[in-house]
């Protein structure tokens, strides 16, 4: 039954059923060749936004924020289409900076070194690459300061430290579509000053030593794909919900800001440092939170922050993997209901971890091989047509309105399987160029990476103190 959860390709149930004549056997037929059967046009997302219908629930112990797509039709920071969207190729080009980034944190632990940047006025602190944003795509807005100013955050599972773009962008701002945040208004907000403690608690969060200017606190954030931001380390209210905020949470006040963030305010930093906004809430919300993202642009997902209903949740231990991340044990992966043969050291020479800003999946480049051979014979029926970018194996659906998608499952430690949606499976640029949404890297002892397109409408857990990360299907459509 659990198909029927799937409200959009209901009626593909229904044509499907209709040509086999005979309903129940129909969707058994599906279940048994384990394939989905999509309309080629379900692969793009529509011009307007179909906000999910699954209410949002605050409750004493869990706050819930909308999540959007940066660049689709449901974000505010799209609507008058001034701030450009990447194109295809850049998506994945930053991804692939982004995944460069991740890797080269993990084989050089944060350490300071590297170019000086400018702060303010002529000071400079040295910054070290090390930090991740690229492509990291799904957007909240928050409330900051007092009175309230409403900021669209890309909230981002690898960063710690949020921050915002401040008036009076001392040196730069981007283009940003709400107006600039401006701590001289608000009532709340405080500098840090630098001989405080948590001013030298920068260095582990951002990679890079605290600066002083005028005895404030400055951090500075230099991202893997040449982006940053500097500023003034403050404390202010942060308003999640009319019933859930946060006075004197510290962030990022950037007077010098450059670089790949789509028009939004700034980052929410979800990681695990003690700096992050996770850690920081953890009076209120214990470390636990989940979320949903949406089958595509045009539909709404979720944030929850605090305990959620994880009855149909699959649970997996959160591994060791250094440097902040959330790591995240693969084990095995099925095609086609089918466990493809690969030994578990691959998995575990690389090890992995679940990261909500990349986009692709990056498995080792074993497993992908042995990933990509299965699906290309299932698929052989559709012509094949041109590489995308870092994308190999790509279909021409000119002549088809249905296709049949192989169904993928990845295997995590302690036996968990989880299903990936049939959003998850292509990166669709055009219908006669869809791809497979996933990646080799080029080197077996690069970590894995479970991305945000295969996390699609999963309700993704993550529970701090337990140690784990958990997969529901079905979270949002
Ligand atoms: C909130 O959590 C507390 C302690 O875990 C529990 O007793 C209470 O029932 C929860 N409240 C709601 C509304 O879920
Ligand atoms: C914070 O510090 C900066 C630099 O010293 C200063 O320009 C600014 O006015 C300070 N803001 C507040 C609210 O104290
Ligand atoms: C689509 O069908 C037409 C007519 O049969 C054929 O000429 C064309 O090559 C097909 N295109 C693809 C991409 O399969
Ligand atoms: C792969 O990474 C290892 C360790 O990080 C390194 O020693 C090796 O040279 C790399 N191999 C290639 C082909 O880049």
């Not at 400079?124 to 309230?148: E, F, R």
């Not at 028009?263 to 989940?290: C, E, M, P």
């Not at 497993?367 to 698929?379: D, G, W």
């Amino acid at each position: 039954m659990k198909c029927f959860l799937y409200a959009p390709f209901l009626c593909l149930w229904l044509l499907f059923s209709l040509e086999k004549s005979y309903a129940f056997e129909a969707r058994k037929i599906a279940e048994n060749h384990h394939s989905h059967t999509i309309e080629a046009s379900s692969l793009f997302p529509s011009t307007s936004c179909k906000s999910s219908t699954k209410i949002l629930s605050n409750n004493d112990n869990k706050t819930s924020l909308k999540v959007v797509h940066k660049h689709g039709p449901c974000s505010k920071l799209n609507q008058e289409k001034t701030i450009a969207a990447p194109t295809d190729t850049e998506i994945l080009l930053q991804d692939q900076s982004r995944v460069k980034s991740i890797h080269s944190r993990l084989s050089n632990p944060k350490t300071s070194g590297g170019n000086d940047v400018k702060v303010i006025d002529s000071t400079t602190i040295p910054a070290k690459d090390g930090n991740v944003i690229g492509s990291a795509s799904y957007i909240v807005t928050v409330g900051l300061g007092t009175p309230q100013k409403e900021l669209s955050l890309i909230f981002d599972t690898a960063s710690d430290i949020t921050w915002t773009q401040c008036k009076p962008c001392a040196i730069s701002c981007y283009d940003q579509k709400e107006q600039i945040f401006d701590p001289s208004q608000s009532t709340s907000y405080t500098n840090i000053s630098c001989s405080s403690s948590i001013c030298s608690s920068l260095t582990s969060a951002t990679g890079t030593p605290p600066g002083c200017v005028s005895s404030t606190c400055v951090y500075a954030i230099q991202y893997g794909d040449g982006s940053f931001t500097i500023g003034f380390f403050g404390t202010e209210k942060l308003t999640l919900t009319p019933t859930d905020a946060f006075n004197n949470i510290y962030f990022g006040c950037g007077q010098n800001n450059q670089g790949l963030f789509g028009g939004s305010a700034g980052i929410l930093g979800l990681g695990r440092d003690k700096l992050s906004f996770v850690s920081q809430t953890a009076h209120k919300y214990n470390k636990i939170f989940s979320y949903c993202l949406p089958s595509s642009s045009s539909s709404t997902g979720f944030l929850t922050f605090g305990c959620s209903d994880t009855k149909n949740a699959k649970f997996t231990p959160l591994s060791t993997i250094s440097a902040g991340f959330y790591g995240l044990d693969f084990t095995g992966i099925s095609v086609g209901g089918t466990k493809l043969a690969i030994s578990a050291s691959v998995f575990s020479t690389a090890g992995g971890l679940i990261d909500s800003g990349t986009v692709i999946t990056r498995l080792p480049p074993a497993a992908y091989s042995a990933l990509r051979a299965s699906f290309r014979k299932l698929m052989s029926k559709y012509p094949m047509t041109k590489a995308l970018s870092i994308l190999d194996t790509c279909y021409d659906f000119s002549n088809y309105s249905t296709i049949s998608v192989p169904k993928i499952g990845f295997f995590f430690s302690g036996g968990v399987e989880v299903d990936i949606d049939v959003s998850g499976v292509f990166f669709a640029s055009s219908i006669s160029q869809v791809c497979l949404a996933f990646a080799g890297n080029k080197n077996a002892t690069d970590v894995s990476i479970f991305g945000n397109v295969q996390q699609k409408t999963l309700e993704v857990f993550y529970d701090g103190p337990a140690g784990k990360v958990g997969f529901a299907s079905g979270g949002c459509s």
